[in-house]
């Protein structure tokens, strides 16, 4: 069965980096775009970015541009998110979601996100 | 990109139908047939419950359902279920190769 486990989330202080990662399994990890996406406690859902399934494409949300990199290894079945100069506002549970095999364009954002990890959570405090 | 809108909170008695409403603007629920609808229970992670606007993944329930008129796209859940009391959360493709969610909606069955 399909599973994504978030992990590397913790307490860091602000303008700090931290690195998370996502370990998938039980699909063809290389044909899926793939999410991230964080809920800030007791609210809502805001998508965070995303990478097609060879690497080669990459988009954010404007509040992670420059400050977030997403990346994955075929090879490990891994996907990370790097998060640089981390303020309050990035805390956070992060999730990483399975899109649909996509070779560009809108069709990133077709079929909706089908498997969720459990989260990880992210705390940026002094 | 401003989050969609819906309502903060709707509820039903069990057997009853309730509709969710998620209002956007014309470069995203009203542009694109790429809205979806997630399931959020307490602790848990979102389960996807509709994709493109109204179509269900295997094993969800077809009690449920969406559609689209204008910039707004609604979910509509009927014979209301104990099991279907959670956070349900609206989002769309923006149009410019980023994706918005709306606030999410408390449902309650009362």
């Known amino acids: 069965q399909v599973q994504l486990v978030e992990s590397g989330g913790g307490v860091v202080q602000p303008g700090r980096s931290l690195r998370l990662s996502c370990a998938a399994s039980g699909f063809t990890f290389s044909s899926n775009t793939l999410h991230w996406v964080r809920q800030t406690p007791g609210k809502g859902l805001e998508w965070v970015a995303l990478i097609s399934y060879d690497g080669n494409n990459k988009y954010y949300a404007d509040s992670v541009k420059g400050r977030f990199t997403i990346s994955r290894d075929n090879s490990k079945n891994t996907l990370y998110l790097q998060m640089n100069s981390l303020r309050a506002e990035d805390t956070a549970v992060y999730y990483c979601?399975?899109?649909?095999?996509?070779?560009?364009?809108?069709?990133?954002?077709?079929?909706?996100?089908?498997?969720w990890g459990q989260g990880t959570l992210v705390t940026v405090s002094s | 990109q401003s989050a969609l809108t819906q309502p903060a909170s709707v509820s039903g008695s069990p057997g009853q139908s309730i509709t969710i409403s998620c209002t956007g603007t014309?470069?995203?629920?009203?542009?694109?047939?790429?809205v979806s609808w997630y399931q959020q229970h307490p602790g848990k992670a979102p389960k996807l419950m509709i994709y493109?606007?109204?179509n269900r993944p295997s094993g969800v329930s077809n009690r449920f359902s969406g559609s689209t008129s204008g910039n707004t796209a609604s979910l509509t859940i009927s014979g209301l279920q104990a099991e279907d009391e959670a956070d349900y959360y609206c989002?769309?493709?923006?149009?410019?190769?980023?994706?918005?969610f709306g606030g999410g909606t408390k449902l309650t069955v009362l």
């Open positions: 493109d606007v109204s």
């Open positions: 979601a399975r899109g649909r095999y996509c070779s560009g364009g809108i069709c990133y954002f077709i079929g909706g996100f089908d498997y």
């Open positions: 014309s470069s995203d629920v009203g542009g694109y047939n790429y």
């Open positions: 989002s769309s493709y923006t149009g410019s190769s980023t994706l918005v």
